[in-house]
């Protein structure tokens, strides 16, 4: 197989592709995260009221900017359980920005909801065991 000059010349330079910089910029994308825990151990039958309530938003020209939040409620008693989370949030690049780049934005809300009948704490169950 015979090579020409200008094959060799091509090969040679596409060798080099990924030992240069690449053009393209690259873009930090806006990220909203609120992560919420809720348990309840109770004593009552009555299942635990958990509410997580999260408001998220951005503006047209942001990039790269972060809300975090984390949020833990531990109910624990003989009586019926009310817990919950109001969270807002917001990123923006505002006039901060001038870069005339924007990127999109990532809202993350993973929540977790824990609601335990505990005959511990259960007063009624507790007077049935005494004779």
């Given at each position: ?16 592709f ?49 809300a975090?939040g ?62």
């Amino acid at each position: 197989m015979k090579f020409t000059a200008h094959s060799l010349a091509l090969f040679s330079l596409t060798a080099l592709f990924p030992l240069i910089p690449s053009v393209t910029p690259s873009a930090n994308a806006c990220a909203i995260v609120d992560a919420t825990t809720q348990v309840a151990i109770h004593g009552s039958k009555t299942p635990a009221t958990q509410e997580n309530n999260v408001a998220t938003g951005s503006d047209d020209n942001c990039l790269g900017n972060t809300a975090v939040g984390t949020t833990t409620q531990v109910g624990i008693g003989s009586g019926e359980v009310q817990q919950s989370h109001q969270g807002a949030y917001f990123v923006g690049g505002g006039d901060a920005n001038n870069t005339g780049i924007t990127s999109p934005t990532v809202t993350v809300t993973p929540q977790t909801q824990v609601d335990v009948y505990s005959p511990a704490h259960d007063q009624e169950f507790l007077n049935r065991l005494v004779p």
